[in-house]
Structures are given as structure tokens and as C-alpha cells.
């Protein structure tokens, strides 16, 4: 939360071109990394432990042929991607234990639920959710902060963060 409104405030505050560019890619950076390629970790994961669990045996291909596979359908046919990505399987040493990766997107949706309510002037709900500390569990916390990750509005919110954000990166780029 603190970081995306950092960037925000930075951005309001600074009025070079190359500064401003440098910020948004660094948000854009960071919200492809948790938005969209931790997913498609989970999914890789979740593939994974399938495979054991059902006492298949894997080999190199089959774990660098998955992996190419999910890449390309989450980059989908615009984005030309080349066949060593299907090595990077090897470079997240924790795809092979201690399910979590999904946590990243959960952690960076929620954050952006409530830095999109913060920047609309809404502090109540997320003081009062830094004021109950370790209360109690996590996900009680953020349910009665309203941004309960089990709900479509918590991504919805992160989403549409995105997109002006995006948005704002190529109109910088147009010149």
C-alpha cells in the first residue's frame, strides 16, 4: 500500500519525463510480475503437485514443456515467446515445495484495494485494519477492512488500477 502511494505521490510531485516514465514502468513492472505471471506460477504449481500426487513420474520435458505451454497461453499469440522461457520453471526453486506463489497476487491485489480507496480519500477502513495488528486471523482482518481477497471486487479494484496506469505510461511514450 505504502508503495503504490509513494509512486502516486512522486508522480503528482515531479514533472520529468524521464522520472515519471521510469516510475510507471517500474509499477507496470511490478504489477505484470504479481498480477498476471504469479497466477500462471499458481497454475504451474498446482499442476505440478497434481502430478505427484497421482504418482506420475516427470521428467525435464514434461515440466519445460508445461511451463512453455502456460507461457504461451497467458501471453497469448501477440507475444512471440521464445523456446528458452521454458527454463525459467527452474529459476522459482519454490514451485517444488510450500505452495504460496498465489500469495503474491492476493497480497498486491489487496494492497491495491485499498491504495485505490486511500488515493479516493477513503483512509477508515484500512487505519482501522493497521490498528487491529495480529487481533486476529488475517483474513478477518481484511474482511472487516472490506477487501476480502475470497471476493472478485478485491482483483476487480487491482485491475482497474492497471489500466490507467497503462494508460498514462503510453500517452508518456507518445510523446
Not at 11 to 32: C, F, G, I, K, P
Not at 74 to 92: F, I
Not at 137 to 151: F, H, N, T, V
Amino acid at each position: 500500500v505504502n508503495e503504490v502511494l509513494l509512486n502516486r505521490y512522486m508522480l503528482q510531485q515531479n514533472e520529468d519525463l524521464a522520472m515519471r516514465a521510469s516510475l510507471l514502468y517500474n509499477m507496470l513492472e511490478q504489477l505484470v510480475g504479481t498480477l498476471y505471471r504469479q497466477p500462471m506460477f499458481a497454475q504451474f504449481e498446482v499442476w505440478l503437485h497434481q502430478q505427484l500426487q497421482q504418482g506420475k513420474a516427470l521428467s525435464s520435458s514434461d515440466l519445460t514443456s508445461y511451463y512453455l505451454k502456460l507461457t504461451q497461453e497467458y501471453y497469448g499469440p501477440a507475444v512471440k515467446v521464445h523456446e528458452l522461457e521454458k527454463y525459467k520453471c527452474y529459476s522459482v526453486p519454490h514451485f517444488y515445495y510450500n505452495f504460496y506463489v498465489y500469495k503474491y497476487t492476493v497480497g498486491m491485489s489487496v494492497a491495491l484495494s485499498f491504495a485505490s480507496r486511500i488515493l479516493k480519500g477513503d483512509v477508515q477502513d484500512y487505519l482501522r485494519f493497521l490498528t487491529r495488528g495480529g487481533s486476529c486471523a488475517p483474513i478477518d482482518q481484511l474482511i472487516e477492512a472490506g477487501a476480502d481477497p475470497r471476493k472478485e471486487q478485491v482483483y476487480e479494484d487491482a485491475f482497474r488500477y492497471f489500466e490507467p496506469t497503462l494508460n498514462e505510461f503510453e500517452r508518456l511514450m507518445q510523446g
